[in-house]
Structure formats: structure tokens, C-alpha cells
């Protein structure tokens, strides 16, 4: 059923080697995309690179810093000559974090985030732009975070670049509960993008949409959820009560990449266990 197949279709993934985007790349690759993604570690790269053809998946990859501007348009040159100037998806994957109190961040830790988290997935998108359009069929998904929704103590910056800032509104107390909003006003950046993007681009039929993640198990922050108090604070204010694993995202990031959603486009959904919609803990 094609509604439900990327067969023919081809993607780059930013930061495959890891964590979501290595869950994202295969996923897409299984649904039967070629994809071609990056990491800074050739050794690691490599390494997954051989893995992947051993599984039968259709994957390539390059050594690139989506930081440097050069070495981006470096990736996207690689990927159109591979995809014959044709590429159907684009995973704006990579993101880091420095958690610190607002007036602790230095000016390069500032540049370094907006440059990781931010700066590159827009220009990314630029570089992708041609070529998703002549695909005919395009998709574009940010990983973004819900620290881009409501404030989640990991830092303002992270919080800036993702989606904006907390702005709780108290919206009344009846029989004695308070109830919480958690408001997303018009304005940030990662969601706000996709938003833009999505209706910039409609016209060219290039969907652009972006997952929001509360804690998944990956490198970048074993060392919190290996902390058993943080593991236990996590659990007591998400539902679920427990952190989710890269494969419960990327099953929604192919998800919005595939046919059968045609129709979605500009939205920011959370993959959370509950934790954006639980109010008062
Ligand atoms: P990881 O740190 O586990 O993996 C990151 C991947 O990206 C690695 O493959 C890494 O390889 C690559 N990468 C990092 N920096 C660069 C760079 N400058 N240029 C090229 N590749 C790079 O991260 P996660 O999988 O946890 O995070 C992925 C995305 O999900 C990020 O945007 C993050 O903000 C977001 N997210 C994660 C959450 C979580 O709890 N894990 C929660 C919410 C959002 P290498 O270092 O070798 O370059």
C-alpha cells in the first residue's frame, strides 16, 4: 500500500550515528527510503554505515558539522548527487544543549546553540529547498523538544532555539483546582519555522512539521536519567512515568514523512508521556 510505504523516496537525516536520528534513519530506510545522513565522527559513522548495509538498508552517509556553513552545503551537494537532485525528505535532526542559569551563558555558548539547534536547520532548509521541490513530494520534520513549549529547567537558550519561552497562564480556580495553560504564543523559533515553512511552502507541496520530545534514553542525557533522582522526579510529573526511547519518536517522524499524511502540515506534536498535558502534579 503506498499510503503507507517511502518506497522510491529519499531522505537525509542530520546526526544519524545516535539516539533519535540513528531510530529516525532506520526507520525510514525500513519503510523503504534511501537515506543519507551525517555525524562529525567518521569512526562512528563508519561503523554504523556497515551495520546498516549488513541489515539490507539503503543508507549513506557523510562527515559533516552542521555548524560549519561550508560543510552543510557540502552535505546537500553530496545528497543531491547521490538522489539525482531529487529528495523527498528532510530531518533537521541534530541538537545539543548547555544547561546553566541564564545569566551563567557566555557569548560562544550562546552562538554555539543557536548555531547548532537553530542556524543550521534553517539554512539546511534553504540548501533543501530546490530539491524538494523537484521531488514533487516533499516532507520536512524538526526535532524539536518540549523544552520549546513549557519551561523544563534545561536551560533558556535550548528552551529559545526549540520554541519559546514558559508563559503560564492561570486560567481559573474552580472547586478549589488551579488550572495551568501552557501556552504557545505565535512567536519562537524551531516551531515557529516549521509554521512559517509550512505555509511559505505549501505551494511547492513540501509539508513541514516538527516532533517535540520530553526525555529519551540517548547519549545526550544519560547522564541525567542515569541519576536516580532525576529518573524519579521525571517520573513523578510525566503520566507515564518513565522517560520514552528513540523508536517512540521516530515512529511519528516517519509517520508524518509517509503519504497517508498529506494532509498535516505546520503543526508541533509532543512525544511526551503525557508530560505537556499534565497540569497540576
Ligand atoms: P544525541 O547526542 O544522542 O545524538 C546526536 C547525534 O547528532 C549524534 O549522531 C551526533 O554525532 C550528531 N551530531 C551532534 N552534533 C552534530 C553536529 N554539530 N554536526 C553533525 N552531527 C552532529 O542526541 P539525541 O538523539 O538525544 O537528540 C537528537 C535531537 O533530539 C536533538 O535536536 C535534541 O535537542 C532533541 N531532543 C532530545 C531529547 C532527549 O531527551 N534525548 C529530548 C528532546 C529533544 P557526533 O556527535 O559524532 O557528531
Redesign the pocket.
Known amino acids: 500500500n503506498f499510503r503507507w510505504s517511502l518506497a522510491g523516496m529519499t531522505a537525509v537525516v ?9 531510530a529516525v534513519v532506520e526507520e525510514l530506510a525500513e519503510l523503504g527510503a534511501a537515506v543519507h545522513t ?4 567518521e569512526v ?1 559513522l563508519n561503523q554504523r554505515l556497515q551495520e546498516w548495509s549488513a541489515k539490507g538498508l539503503a543508507v549513506t552517509g557523510s562527515v ?4 560549519s556553513r561550508p560543510q552543510r552545503q557540502e552535505l546537500l551537494e553530496k545528497a543531491s548527487s547521490i538522489f539525482n537532485g531529487k529528495l523527498n525528505i528532510l530531518i533537521n ?5 548547555i544547561r546553566k542559569p541564564t545569566t551563567e551563558y557566555t557569548a560562544e555558548e550562546y552562538s554555539k546553540l543557536m548555531a ?2 537553530l542556524e ?1 536547520s534553517y539554512h539546511l532548509c534553504q540548501l533543501a529547498h530546490p530539491l524538494l521541490k523537484a521531488s514533487g513530494v516533499g516532507s520536512i520534520v524538526f ?5 520549546g513549549l513549557v519551561h523544563i529547567f534545561s536551560g533558556s537558550i535550548y528552551g529559545a532555539t ?1 520554541g519559546l519561552l514558559f508563559r503560564p497562564t492561570i486560567l481559573g480556580e474552580e472547586m478549589n483546582l488551579v488550572f495551568f495553560n501552557f501556552c504557545v504564543p505565535s512567536t519562537g523559533a524551531m516551531n515557529q519555522l516549521a509554521k512559517n515553512l509550512a505555509c511559505e511552502w505549501a505551494k511547492d507541496n513540501i509539508r513541514v512539521n516538527s516532533v ?5 534514553r ?4 544519560e547522564h541525567l536519567l542515569s541519576d536516580k533522582q532525576f529518573l524519579d522526579r521525571l517520573a513523578s510529573r510525566t503520566p507515564m512515568e518513565r ?1 520514552g526511547e ?1 523508536n517512540e519518536v521516530s515512529s511519528l517522524v516517519a509517520f508524518l514523512c509517509l503519504p497517508a499524511a498529506s494532509y498535516i502540515t505546520g503543526q508541533t506534536i509532543s512525544v511526551d508521556g503525557g508530560f505537556t498535558v499534565n497540569g497540576f502534579p
Request: aromatic content about 4%; charged content about 10%; proline content about 5%.
Open positions: 542530520t546526526g544519524g550515528t545516535r539516539g533519535i536520528g540513528h551525517c555525524s562529525r565522527n562512528e559533516c558539522d552542521v555548524t535532526n541534530v541538537g545539543t544543549n547548532t539547534n543550521s526535532i524539536s523538544s518540549v523544552a526549540k517535540a520530545p520530553w526525555y529519551i540517548t547519549s545526550l542525557v522517560p528513540a
